[in-house]
């Protein structure tokens, strides 16, 4: 005996609804792409301004990526976010320490590198080197 018309038919949009709610909860909780992943130092940076001058004030930054997660410790502060994709680059809302830096100088550039960070468009691997770069920044980050 086979099923009524309007039983296929709904039993077939419920399989249907459940794979794509599957598939969507699959991609929320995509991984970082191993090659993104560990720890990397700043080493270069620029924005609309120009030069962040790490050399001259010996401000550092470091990122350690995990498989969903970055966790930053900042030129004064620390910043953590859920990634979301890395190229395009998207943080999920974090949470971040908002302690001033001692030196004025150091907090225009901390504020300059988080904003750089957040409102990065692209993040990949060129050379060795960890490159996230937006509209008009560039950061650059080497393995530790």
Same mark, same amino acid.
């Given at each position: ?11 077939? =949009? ?5 794979? /794509? $709610?599957?598939? !969507? +909860? %699959?991609? *929320? ?11 990397? =130092? ?5 924005? /609309? $301004?120009?030069? !962040? +001058? %790490?050399? *001259? ?88």
């Amino acid at each position: 005996m086979t099923q009524p018309r309007r039983k296929r038919a709904t039993t077939a =949009v419920v399989a249907i609804t459940a794979a /794509a $709610a599957l598939v !969507l +909860g %699959l991609s *929320a909780c995509a991984s970082v792409p191993a090659y993104v992943r560990g720890e990397w =130092v700043l080493v270069e940076a620029r924005d /609309a $301004a120009g030069d !962040l +001058g %790490l050399d *001259a004030t010996g401000a550092s930054a470091t990122l350690i990526i995990d498989r969903t997660r970055l966790d930053v410790t900042s030129i004064c502060n620390t910043i953590g976010a859920d990634i979301e994709s890395v190229d395009p680059w998207r943080l999920d809302e974090g949470t971040a320490t908002e302690q001033a830096c001692v030196d004025p100088v150091l907090n225009d550039l901390n504020a300059r590198f988080t904003t750089a960070l957040i409102d990065a468009d692209h993040a990949r691997v060129e050379g060795g080197e960890l490159v996230i770069v937006g509209e008009d920044s560039r950061l650059a980050f080497a393995p530790r």
